[in-house]
């Protein structure tokens, strides 16, 4: 047997389990630290927000259930991705264009939503009452899951592409905070969720590219 052969047949032998169990702990790791990071935002938003009356009620209800639909969307692409990218090499599997599936169709019911209606009551639909709060209280809620996943992902993983996967935190931070504040929020139309939900969540994922360098350099 020549010996490039017994390299290969050793390394095959010995070098399929513990790459599987990396791969399975990175994503146990990452899993924990997005559910402990959502309990963070979850916590913050309610002691600093609190919860919204009559959240149980009819259309505050359906609305909240579609906030969290889309929120839980682009968190779990986020954290599937986050996943791959985290190890060294991982990012020539991922294609973020996926990951704005979640975007594309509530901007599209958003679109549909206003087309509906007369132009007069547009701007009311986008701004609502509190465009300003959820402007600034998603992406400051957003920083407690951000680190945590941020250390999830220098203790687990080791990233190459720096960029994208601190894009991948913070768009994972972003749709977490975005959980938290739906409890929260008390404005119920689509092209509300469309921009401000949405356009938190992008400064969210923006920020982490910028971060992400300096961050999950290892």
Known sequence: MKTDDLIGLLGS?????????SGMTRRLGLAVAVAVGAAGALGLALAV????????QGRPLLFLAFKLAFAAAV???AIRYLARVARPGGESRVHLGIAALPF???AALAGAS??????AHWHGQISGHAWLEC????????????AVVTWAVRRFGAPTDLVRAGALVGLAAGAVSAL????????????FVAVWY??????CTLAGAVLGPRLLRW
């Open 13 to 21: 032998s010995f070098e399929r389990e513990p790459v599987r169990s």
């Open 49 to 56: 927000l609190g919860l919204r009356p009559g959240l149980m």
């Open 75 to 77: 968190g779990g692409l």
């Open 104 to 106: 594309v169709v509530v």
């Open 114 to 119: 206003l087309a509906t209606m007369p132009r």
């Open 135 to 146: 402007l600034v209280s998603i992406p400051l809620i957003a920083v407690v899951p951000f």
């Open 180 to 191: 938290g504040y739906s409890l929260h929020c008390m404005d119920d139309t689509v092209p």
């Open 198 to 203: 949405g356009g938190t969540i992008a400064l």
